[in-house]
Antibody
Framework: EVQLAESGGGLVQPGGSLRLACAAS????????LNWVRQAPGKGLEWVSY????????DYADSVKGRFTISRDNGKNSLYLQMNSLRAEDTAVYYC??????????WGRGTLVSVSS | QTVVTQEPSFSVSPGGTVTLTCGLS?????????PSWYQQTPGQPPRPLIY???VRSSGVPDRFSGSILGNKAALTIAGAQADDESDYYC???????????FGGGTKLTVL
């Protein structure tokens, strides 16, 4: 069974940093691209970042480019999102999402990031 | 900046049929945008419904169907049931690398 479990969310002050992790199981991790998708409270979904199974290429939404860094460790079946210079508008549930050739086929349950002073 | 448009809300009677649409600010939606649809209920992660424009995800009843209607992607729900009351999101691949954009979502009410 495919499982994606996010961790690392929490409360952080504006300008601060946070590193999210996603532990994957139930599939051949290195064969799949992965994404981070977020959802602000009461709002819609926003795609954040993409990484191919091999680790590149990588891409980002304009709203996070230059502040967030996606990475993966295929030996540990783990995906990461390093978030720097956090802003109030980054407050959201962050989902780890498997990419099955141009569609998002499995979603984790998400981890909440709150940016507030 | 690419914007994906969806109806903010829609209402359908039980047993009725409703079609939700997904448009692209930069032009027409095509199969090259790999339209996909997701259903979300409060407190839950999104559930995949449709991918590659028309293909139903595993376990999705055939009451749900996807298509291209005119210049938009469309999700049609036939024989609407009470538990279809959810938020529905479309996602489009917009290229320029590996960039995806979600629509703002449609809140479907069944009453």
């Amino acid at each position: 069974e495919v499982q994606l479990a996010e961790s690392g969310g929490g409360l952080v002050q504006p300008g601060g940093s946070l590193r999210l992790a996603c532990a994957a199981s139930g599939f051949n991790f290195g064969d799949y691209s992965l994404n981070w998708v977020r959802q602000a409270p009461g709002k819609g979904l926003e795609w954040v970042s993409y990484i191919r199974g091999s680790g590149s290429p990588i891409d980002y939404a304009d709203s996070v480019k230059g502040r967030f860094t996606i990475s993966r460790d295929n030996g540990k079946n783990s995906l990461y999102l390093q978030m720097n210079s956090l802003r109030a508008e980054d407050t959201a549930v962050y989902y780890c999402v498997r990419d099955h050739n141009y569609y998002f086929d499995f979603w984790g349950r998400g981890t909440l990031v709150s940016v507030s002073s | 900046q690419t914007v994906v448009t969806q109806e903010p809300s829609f209402s359908v009677s039980p047993g009725g049929t409703v079609t939700l649409t997904c448009g692209l600010s930069s032009g027409s939606v095509s199969t090259s945008n790999f339209p996909s649809w997701y259903q979300q209920t409060p407190g839950q992660p999104p559930r995949p419904l449709i991918y590659y424009t028309t293909v139903r995800s595993s376990g999705v009843p055939d009451r749900f169907s996807g298509s291209i209607l005119g210049n938009k992607a469309a999700l049609t729900i036939a024989g609407a049931q009470a538990d279809d009351e959810s938020d529905y999101y479309c996602a489009l691949y917009v290229g320029n690398g590996f960039i995806w954009v979600f629509g703002g979502g449609t809140k479907l009410t069944v009453l």
